[in-house]
């Protein structure tokens, strides 16, 4: 038997902005470094490969420590896992204003930041909406997933006008104090809600981890999520460093790609809400099509003249940027409900964190290795179609085995 508290639809919709406020502020600081990686071309000499791998390392620390904080915002709750992961955030930022060497940044944005971002993310919001939103669980799943789109839409733009004005290090010192500054209250929206560690406890019903894992449906689930990585961030992240190598203005292009990331918010909430309409699969695959639309209109830009391009490739990603994740994660929902939902979630987004680390510093490889982006971008569609093809695969739900 449950044992939450009943909330009132006004705080349950404060919880609600509450975990969309939070999730964007931690994915804005991490979606940032799309900007100081041009920057660190530039001021280090670093080629795209090296530059690629404190970010590599960010998404595989990601995946690889989901299952940790899923496990953590259990016994914990919300409210001290925000606490953590915001000194963790303030830390890494701040430290990262006086780095010098790639391993400065590697520890500091790819294991500090990182750690501390996932405390401010899907596992922790996830679970804790689900059980509070019952009957319009999908909805609430897909505005706070919109969270990541919004992030990087001003993440970008902002960044870029820090760096020019104040310098990257400046940038880094003055995030460092923002986020020390709103750590407390970010932390006490939280407070009064239980996180559901006694009903885990109590209820033996549906999914284990264990049985999960013996499933297809399982492996399926891990392939979608790690195809939707790679073929997200073999662009993703290159996305400005592509725009000016072609030419484009450094602060014309991030406003540009933000625009276009900051469609990822109707994207997401309305892909999300049609997937329980038209079912999660016809709903993913229209999202991986607009996708591979976006990159596809990147493959054809070749001057700075053609602003139509980059207008289209920008609107078309950023459109739906995030929009599988509400079906991906109701599509678990609907195979292995249950009390274990929130740890089988943590072990399949492992597969996001090497889709996500592999395509980022493939990107970077393949660049340096051909001085152009094209044969990234067309890898990118390949896993794209990969991921599609996983998605349709799921349709039937699995059996529990003993």
Request: glycine share 12%.
């Amino acid at each position: 038997m449950s044992d939450l508290k009943p909330l009132s639809n006004v705080r349950l919709w404060l919880l609600l902005a509450a975990a969309f406020g939070t999730f964007s502020i931690g994915a804005g600081f991490m979606h940032a470094y799309t900007v100081f990686l041009v920057t660190f071309i530039e001021a280090f000499g670093w080629s795209r490969a090296e530059v690629s791998l404190a970010y590599s390392v960010s998404q595989m620390v990601t995946g690889i420590s989901s299952p940790l904080v899923g496990w953590l915002v259990d016994r914990l709750g919300p409210p001290r896992l925000v606490l953590m992961g915001g000194a963790l955030l303030t830390i890494g930022l701040l430290a990262n204003a006086w780095a010098t060497q790639l391993w400065h940044i590697v520890v500091l944005y790819g294991v500090v930041m990182t750690l501390g971002a996932n405390c401010l993310g899907l596992v922790v919001f996830v679970p804790l909406l689900s059980r509070y939103f019952v009957r319009n669980r999908g909805m609430a799943v897909s505005v706070v997933q919109s969270a990541n789109g919004f992030a990087r839409a001003f993440s970008a733009p902002v960044t870029t006008l820090m760096i020019s004005g104040l310098g990257w290090r400046a940038a880094y010192l003055w995030q460092g104090v923002f986020m020390g500054v709103i750590l407390l209250p970010l932390a006490s929206l939280f407070r009064g809600v239980n996180h559901g560690s006694r009903r885990r406890t109590a209820d033996g019903e549906g999914w284990t981890v264990r049985q999960a894992i013996r499933t297809p449906h399982f492996w399926l689930l891990f392939a979608v999520y790690m195809f939707t990585g790679l073929g997200s961030f073999l662009v993703a992240l290159h996305q400005l460093a592509f725009a000016v190598d072609i030419g484009f203005d450094k602060l014309y292009a991030a406003g540009v790609l933000g625009m276009g990331a900051f469609l990822s918010l109707p994207g997401v909430i309305v892909t999300g809400t049609l997937s329980d309409y038209v079912g999660r699969e016809v709903s993913a695959v229209v999202t991986y099509g607009t996708s591979i639309l976006g990159v596809a209109f990147a493959m054809m830009i070749t001057s700075p003249d053609q602003h139509v391009l980059l207008w289209l490739h920008a609107c078309f990603f950023g459109l739906t940027w995030g929009a599988r994740g509400p079906a991906i994660t109701a599509k678990t929902a609907d195979l292995f409900p249950g009390p274990n939902l929130g740890a089988i979630l943590g072990v399949i987004t492992i597969g996001t964190g090497l889709g996500a680390a592999g395509g980022a510093w493939l990107a970077g490889f393949v660049f340096d290795t051909t001085g152009s982006y094209k044969v990234a971008f067309g890898l990118s569609i390949f896993f794209y179609v990969c991921g599609s093809v996983a998605f349709w695969a799921l349709r039937r739900p699995p059996a529990i085995r003993a």
